[in-house]
């Protein structure tokens, strides 16, 4: 086909049909025919060989059928590049360069080339099956920034939602990503693009969400936010705020959207007498948000939020008339050696979180049922799924700290939790609170 051809047919894909197409994919049993093709290789490699030549042709054999997405995704892949995001492949900071295979395949290639020769059985299936379904969360992730092309942004969400429960319900490996479509969103735009002025025109478009999405995007971005800005304040920039908001500038307005739009939901349950676990984790996602840089929030406005000007207002009256409720309710999530804190938890960006998460599924051929919003919460205060989440959060550390980032000639592990620094967080975010 001429370039010119393959242009038109590419340009008649709409979102729609997409949605239509991965629908009948991931709620049918194309994804058990892949697996069963698969799984007749005559070795574990080999099928992990083909699974990887199926991810980077992005066309899958499916018993007698064939499963073509390759023109879907080089469509809204080269669509979204022109937007100025690369979300199938991760940026390597040494190299200052993207790397060459997708993100996907990337962590196939790096459980590869550990696997021993053997055959394929149950364990090696359930690899199979987790990895493949890796594939299409970055389907949809990807998909998450063309919710505004066709139709309606709001409805398309709601419509992304569902795939997302239908990747991750019964036809599935079991393995859980994420608990909803916006904090994809997230996942897809967490690594560097060198079109900083990208995360600016995205963050309009998200603007123009109905309140029910921007809160979710501002209940997981405010704790990303969080836990991404303490690691690089504590890690990367010796306690420098300056430098970390220099360094940070295109965080700091989807930290202040975060912000307002949490205050706006936290002052709406406040008028109307709304309590429960709702506002439970607004409060905790507000005093994570805030417990990087409070001062830029309750104090003067800084420099990185220059053009966040009615935003950081609106976020400052609301606080001020409910700072007295606010610093009560904040006290319930002081953290304690008996439940799972996110404000004891460090990263660096969401997408590696994700991919420590899948990383450790595979070595032990065993799926999480936690999503990366579970460990950005500790609600609810369950003891077993507090214990899970602190056991998940142990064990990314352990995988940050037999790897870590070179800083500065240091080893610095990319993922941390520690109760203490969690209190520490707390108690210096209120202190500041208090002073402003």
């Given amino acids: 086909m001429s370039k010119h051809k393959r242009s038109r047919a590419e340009s008649q894909i709409s979102f729609d049909a997409v949605c239509l197409l991965l629908e009948t994919v991931l709620a049918g049993q194309t994804r058990q025919k892949i697996l069963i093709d698969l799984s007749k290789s005559k070795s574990f490699r080999e099928g992990l060989a083909r699974l990887r030549d199926g991810m980077r042709s992005h066309v899958f054999e499916a018993g007698t059928d064939r499963l073509y997405l390759h023109k879907i995704i080089r469509k809204f892949d080269d ?13 390597d900071g040494k190299a200052e360069r993207l790397n060459e295979e997708t993100i996907p395949v990337d962590v196939l290639n790096y459980f590869m080339s550990r696997v021993e020769a053997r055959g394929v059985g149950h364990s090696e299936e359930q690899v ?10 970055y389907v949809l992730a990807l998909l998450t920034l063309r919710a505004w092309d066709d139709g309606t942004a709001n409805d398309n969400f709601d419509r992304l939602n569902r795939l997302l429960q239908g ?35 995205l963050l309009e478009k998200v603007r123009t969400l109905n309140d029910f999405h921007r809160l979710n995007i501002a209940l997981a971005h405010a704790a990303i936010l969080g836990s991404h800005l303490r690691h ?11 430098l970390m908001r220099d360094d940070n500038a295109p965080d700091y307005p989807w930290l202040c959207f975060s912000l307002a739009t ?18 439970e984790r607004v409060v905790e996602a507000l005093l994570n948000g805030l417990s990087a840089d409070a001062r830029a929030f309750v104090g003067k406005r800084p420099a990185s939020l220059g053009a966040c000007e009615a935003e950081h207002s609106q976020f400052s009256e609301l606080f001020s008339r409910f700072r007295q409720d606010l610093f009560e309710e904040f006290e319930r999530h002081r953290p304690s050696g008996e439940t799972y804190s996110p404000m004891s ?30 460990l950005l919460t500790g609600i609810p205060r369950d003891k077993r799924i507090s214990e899970r989440r602190e056991t998940l959060a142990k064990t990314l550390m352990g995988y940050a700290h037999s790897s870590p980032d070179r800083i500065r000639g240091r ?6 939790y520690d109760r203490a620094s969690g209190l520490r967080n707390f108690a210096k975010t209120l202190h500041i609170i208090n002073q402003a």
Avoid: C
């Fill in 411 to 416: 080893p610095v592990p990319v993922i941390s």
């Fill in 128 to 137: 199979l099956a987790i990895l493949l379904d890796y594939y299409f969360v």
């Fill in 345 to 374: 938890f460090n990263f660096n960006f969401p997408h590696n979180l994700l991919k420590a998460v899948v990383v450790d599924a595979i070595v032990r051929a065993e799926p999480w049922e936690l999503t990366l919003n579970d």
């Fill in 232 to 242: 690089g304040l504590q890690d990367l920039y010796k306690k420098d705020i300056a």
């Fill in 167 to 201: 990747l991750q319900g019964p036809q599935g490996a079991g393995q859980k990503f994420t608990g909803n479509a916006e904090t994809l969103i997230l996942i897809a735009t967490s690594h560097f693009e060198p079109d900083i002025k990208a995360y600016e025109r």
């Fill in 79 to 91: 669509t979204t590049r022109q937007d100025g995001f690369h979300v199938l492949q991760d940026w």
């Fill in 262 to 279: 949490l205050m706006r939901a936290y002052a709406r349950m406040q008028n109307e007498g709304v309590h429960g676990a709702d506002r």
